[in-house]
């Protein structure tokens, strides 16, 4: 496929710099475009790769209009980056291909489920009964969404998705678990991505929430009672268990934990692999990782970590030596 | 749906202060439960929150008799939270809508399989020859599990759950990985659920184990030949590596990962984030977290933490130093 | 099932002494295995297995003969591991029974797909318009394989793995996300393993690419835009976020995670449980995890990793006071 750039920017705007009737033969990464791409510069740091390029066209923010210039076709936006993202859903658009129905029929959904007549709903889905899924919602492929769970408009569930199964609760009597039976659901907002098998369970007494406009990504565990605030995303592998409430506009890094009955609050932001042990009620950035080095390094520096609590003491008692000889007379 | 006080206290022993004709309308939290709710106290340290209750009936232990008293209604149980888990089963009973089939017609299951004649299968499963599933086990949708494996009875696998999928075993042979089949399989104990998306490998030449009684979240990875020893249970996004031996009554936080081929013994908690490298052969509670904190706090302490060892040594140095000045005439 | 030491050797290869016509019943390990047994010897640390063992007959290494003559029937392999591996593939081609159909009829299948005549395709996978697979590889059940994704030859894909969700990309605009879709696909080598519920993302405008011989445990998340190199392994519940580059030849432990957007060299070696927060350009074996200890002793080291970098300037300060006192008259 191929689009101009002159519908390009008839249809999203921005001020092109070139030729209207140039033919976009694909978008491409930066480094790699070649003269039939159009691409788009993220950053001043890759001002060096944009003098190089061999795209047919870049975009790039109003800053960049000079060096722009001088090396060929560009489109100018204030937001490049929103720019290409609103120009792949473009792409996509053109790219669609007919065929797919919007329920598959090997789909197994119950009667009493209430689906917007404009949702889609991929091959293998099972939808139980009591579910309702908004408007322009797209289940892919083998998605689960129990019992009266409810799922808003705009969200896209990828393959292998469980929304709703039975949040974790057991009560321990005389050495053995007894389950507590989980009596709320999930509820979803408008705008929510869910990745690949990521899972969010229903609540043990009151709901599991997910506000508009969070972004999950794959491989995610949301635990019973979680509740995420609007805007918020995390990436692949992470956890957070029950009764866990997180602020809005957060982002979580890969394989972070949170622990349960714990409150974040907006705007914090979790570095990728760190286990979060407790409220964290100002906004920020915090990170909790073990720095990782080549093993040898590791294995006696590791040794040292467990030691550190006398080094501490050993440390004290050699500044008050110190302290009480300079008093010396 | 509503159970009066009286027909609940039938149903489930208790002493019972209060009118028995009352009507229960929903199980809720002890903060949030209205007038037509019945919560309980899991802890002393709710105790503010029970005097300003608004609910129906709340269950308490012996000692909180006078406390509750002064409020209203309230059930006494010994233990307060057991009574509630037997009370959200006693609800979910009453909940259950008729219609489900007891094995789910698009369920793919071989003649060879042989399921209990109480057992329930879901919509889209795959119980592959040799399979044995016992009485009253509950399998929900997408769930599969493969050649031989068993599951015992009274088991709840939710959807999206992999039993027996072939262990990671390789060889390497001049720089190729050559696969070693995965001739054994996998035997579930009674009483056990395996959260939704969870894997257990089949063993390489004996079986994977898991014993009555464990409890597993969801997203959990069980490597081939583990044994999980009865009444364990295991957070979400969890690890175990091949040929780990866990015991009895062990907790294991989320996403903690235990590597391959050592033992933890019976009586062994785990925090959450923890990765276990190594057998734990004492009951106790363990931990291995690098504590969170500011991005900035963590760059300088972690980069501290690799001169560890070097900062050891220093140490060293100045109390030598210290000992011989003070021997010094 | 059972085949006799001759029929091994005469398949296989490898020095036997002992008497061809033993049957051999089951492969097993080596302390377990009992007089219908073969076993292998996998490193002289477990010499004193050997000695004891009751095994039918037991496969050395040619060092290992005088001590597996003294026990009684053993077959001499250059590389016993690898003589395993080959016997266990021997084993289950015999144990093989009939009847699974090569596609199973239940599999959705597009009809744009290609997929090679002897390729197997198991029950209820999901294989969209545009795929490729390639000969003698096996999808087991549940498997989606979404728009374009190309899968070598003699791959092995588990239950509920997904190729081809979409990448993690979004724009962050005036506060919310906006989705970047993903026009590029997943291009598999040939003998690739993927274990189950493994999720291997689509890329965002090039290819996420798993070159030949790569073998990924399960519950694995590869995100968009991600290159693993041949003949690397993955143990399970790792995460690689988006453009990373892996070489060939390394290991990653189980639940590391490996940020977005770096490269690791060939013959990388990551312990399990590390954040890999950078590019590693040297090969070598690197760790980076919390050493595990008791609660109470961790608890008192992690307050203090908290002032460490406090602690570093103390010593400091009193090495320069130490120094001073030296040079003093």
């Not at 889609?120 to 009591?130: M, P, T, Y």
């Amino acid at each position: 496929m191929a689009l101009s750039l002159g519908a390009i920017v008839d249809a999203l705007g921005g001020e092109l710099h070139g030729d209207r009737a140039v033919s976009i033969e694909r978008l491409a990464p930066l480094k790699s475009a070649q003269a039939d791409a159009l691409t788009f510069l993220s950053s001043s740091k890759f001002n060096d790769d944009l003098v190089v390029s061999k795209a047919a066209c870049v975009i790039v923010a109003p800053a960049m209009r000079e060096i722009a210039a001088a090396r060929g076709a560009f489109i100018v936006a204030t937001d490049p980056q929103y720019y290409f993202a609103l120009l792949t859903q473009l792409w996509k658009a053109h790219l669609a291909r007919p065929g797919t129905p919007r329920i598959h029929p090997s789909a197994i959904i119950d009667p009493g489920a209430d689906i917007d007549s404009t949702a889609r709903i991929g091959a293998l889905c099972v939808i139980e009964r009591g579910v309702r899924i908004g408007a322009d919602t797209v289940l892919k492929s083998n998605v689960t969404v129990s019992e009266d769970c409810i799922i808003g408009a705009r969200c896209n569930l990828y393959p292998g998705v469980v929304i709703g199964a039975d949040g974790f609760g057991n009560a321990l009597h005389e050495g053995k678990w007894v389950k507590i039976e989980q009596l709320g659901a999930v509820r979803i907002g408008d705008d929510v991505d869910i990745g690949a098998n990521t899972c969010i369970d229903r609540g043990a007494l009151d709901d599991t929430v997910i506000e508009d406009g969070v972004k999950l990504d794959n491989l995610i565990q949301i635990g019973h009672n979680v509740r995420i605030g609007k805007h918020t995303a995390m990436a692949g592998c992470t956890g957070v268990a029950g009764s866990t409430s997180i602020g809005a506009h957060c982002t979580i890094g890969g394989q972070g934990i949170i622990i349960g009955h714990v409150t974040i609050a907006d705007g914090v932001h979790i570095s990728a692999g760190t286990t979060v042990m407790g409220s964290i009620l100002k906004p920020g950035h915090y990170t909790g990782v073990f720095p990782i080095d080549d093993n040898a390094s590791w294995q006696k520096n590791a040794a040292t970590v467990r030691q550190l609590h006398t080094l501490r003491d050993r440390l004290r008692a050699l500044e008050k030596a110190a302290t009480q000889d300079n008093k010396a007379p």
